[in-house]
C-alpha cells in the first residue's frame, strides 16, 4: 500500500536482542527518509538507541503486548490509517529520558514494577500478554520484601520502595502511574512510594492507580524532576526497569533529553 503511493521500503528483520538498534544505525546512516518499526514498547526502545542524534522521523507499527507509547499518542493499528500516517506525515518532538546511557520514551521504574517485569515468564507473556504481569504481580504478593532505596531529585532526597520517573501517564492495563505526564513537555513527573506495606499496595495504591488518585494520598511523593538519581544503601540487589524491560540494578541515574524525537502521529492524535 506504500508503494502504491510512491514510497519504496528496505525491509529487514530482527534476530534477537540488540539488532534493533544495530539496524536504526545503518539506516540512519543509509540516508533513510523515515524509519518505520513493527513491534511492541521494547522493540521501539532498542531503536531509540540507534536513531537519538539524527533528523530522521520515527513511525511506529504497533504489534507488542501493551503499545504504551502508540496508546498514548493516538498511533492507530490498522494497516490503511498506518499507510496514511506516513505518507502524509504529521512530525511530534517529544523529549526522552537517558538512564544510565540508555534513552528512554516511557518511564524508568524502580522496585515492585521491575521485578514483575524480571519475574514474567516468557511463554507466558506470550500466549497471555498483559496477563502474564498480572500473573506475575500475584506472585508477588507473597515473595516481594519492599526493599528501600534512596531517591535524590534535583536536590530533593526521599526515601523509597518504589518509584516511576514518568515521560507518559500510564503503563499497559490502564494503571496511571504519572496521570498528567505528556511526553512533549521537558520535564518527568515522578511518582514515589515510601510505604513497606503489600497489602496497602495492593489493597489502597494500586486500585487508585487506575484513575490516578494515588498521587493525592498519604505516603505518595509526586513531583516534576528534570534528573536524578537512586541508590540502594545497604547493597540489596534492587532492579529497575527501562521501557518495561529490565535494564539492571540500582544505582542508576537519569535526564530528561528535550524533543530529542521526532515521531509520526495522525493529525487527529490524541496527544
Same mark, same amino acid.
Given at each position: =500500500?506504500?508503494?502504491? !503511493?510512491?514510497?519504496?521500503?528496505?525491509?529487514?528483520?530482527?534476530?534477537?536482542?540488540?539488532? %534493533? %538498534?544495530?539496524?536504526?544505525?545503518?539506516?540512519?546512516? %543509509?540516508?533513510?527518509?523515515?524509519?518505520?518499526?513493527?513491534?511492541?514498547?521494547?522493540?521501539?526502545?532498542?531503536?531509540?538507541?540507534?536513531? #537519538?542524534?539524527?533528523?530522521?522521523?520515527?513511525?511506529?507499527?504497533?504489534?507488542?503486548?501493551?503499545?504504551?507509547?502508540?496508546?498514548?499518542?493516538?498511533?492507530?493499528?490498522?494497516?490503511?490509517?498506518? #499507510?496514511? =500516517?506516513?505518507?502524509?506525515?504529521?512530525?511530534?518532538?517529544?523529549?526522552?529520558?537517558?538512564?544510565?546511557? *540508555?534513552?528512554?520514551?516511557? =518511564?524508568?521504574?524502580?522496585?515492585?514494577?521491575?521485578?514483575?517485569?524480571? +519475574?514474567?515468564?516468557?511463554?507466558?507473556?506470550?500466549?497471555?500478554?498483559?496477563?502474564?504481569?498480572?500473573?506475575?504481580?500475584?506472585? @508477588?504478593?507473597?515473595?516481594? *520484601?519492599?526493599?528501600?532505596?534512596?531517591? +535524590?531529585?534535583?536536590?530533593?532526597?526521599?526515601?523509597?520502595?518504589?518509584?516511576?520517573?514518568?515521560?507518559?501517564?500510564?503503563?499497559?492495563?490502564?494503571?496511571? =502511574?504519572?496521570?498528567?505526564?505528556?511526553?512533549?513537555?521537558?520535564?518527568?513527573?515522578?511518582?514515589?512510594?515510601?510505604? !513497606?506495606?503489600?497489602?496497602?499496595?495492593?489493597?489502597?495504591?494500586?486500585?487508585?492507580?487506575?484513575?490516578?488518585?494515588?498521587? @493525592?494520598?498519604?505516603? #505518595?511523593?509526586?513531583?516534576?524532576?528534570?534528573?536524578?538519581?537512586?541508590?540502594?544503601?545497604?547493597? +540489596?540487589?534492587?532492579?529497575?526497569? #527501562?521501557?518495561?524491560?529490565?535494564?539492571?540494578?540500582?544505582?542508576?541515574?537519569?535526564?530528561?533529553?528535550? !524533543?530529542?524525537?521526532?515521531?509520526?502521529?495522525?493529525?487527529?492524535? !490524541? *496527544?
Amino acid at each position: =500500500m506504500l508503494a502504491e !503511493r510512491g514510497i519504496h521500503l528496505d525491509i529487514f528483520a530482527t534476530s534477537g536482542p540488540g539488532e %534493533a %538498534a544495530r539496524l536504526a544505525r545503518q539506516a540512519v546512516e %543509509a540516508g533513510a527518509d523515515c524509519l518505520i518499526v513493527r513491534g511492541g514498547d521494547g522493540t521501539v526502545n532498542e531503536v531509540l538507541q540507534g536513531i #537519538v542524534g539524527s533528523s530522521i522521523p520515527l513511525a511506529v507499527w504497533p504489534a507488542g503486548t501493551a503499545n504504551v507509547l502508540a496508546h498514548v499518542l493516538g498511533i492507530p493499528r490498522r494497516v490503511p490509517d498506518l #499507510v496514511r =500516517m506516513i505518507a502524509e506525515p504529521h512530525a511530534y518532538e517529544v523529549s526522552l529520558g537517558r538512564a544510565n546511557g *540508555r534513552y528512554f520514551v516511557l =518511564m524508568v521504574g524502580i522496585g515492585l514494577d521491575a521485578s514483575i517485569v524480571r +519475574e514474567v515468564n516468557p511463554g507466558l507473556k506470550r500466549h497471555l500478554g498483559l496477563l502474564a504481569y498480572w500473573l506475575a504481580g500475584l506472585k @508477588h504478593l507473597f515473595t516481594w *520484601r519492599a526493599p528501600v532505596f534512596t531517591l +535524590e531529585l534535583d536536590g530533593r532526597r526521599i526515601r523509597a520502595t518504589f518509584a516511576a520517573i514518568a515521560n507518559v501517564p500510564s503503563y499497559g492495563g490502564g494503571i496511571r =502511574m504519572a496521570p498528567d505526564a505528556r511526553p512533549e513537555t521537558e520535564e518527568f513527573r515522578v511518582c514515589a512510594i515510601t510505604s !513497606r506495606c503489600k497489602l496497602l499496595y495492593l489493597l489502597f495504591y494500586l486500585p487508585l492507580t487506575f484513575l490516578g488518585w494515588h498521587v @493525592h494520598q498519604p505516603g #505518595v511523593l509526586y513531583v516534576s524532576a528534570r534528573r536524578g538519581r537512586a541508590y540502594s544503601d545497604s547493597g +540489596e540487589e534492587i532492579p529497575f526497569q #527501562v521501557d518495561g524491560e529490565v535494564a539492571g540494578r540500582l544505582p542508576v541515574e537519569f535526564e530528561i533529553i528535550p !524533543r530529542a524525537l521526532r515521531i509520526l502521529v495522525p493529525p487527529t492524535s !490524541r *496527544r
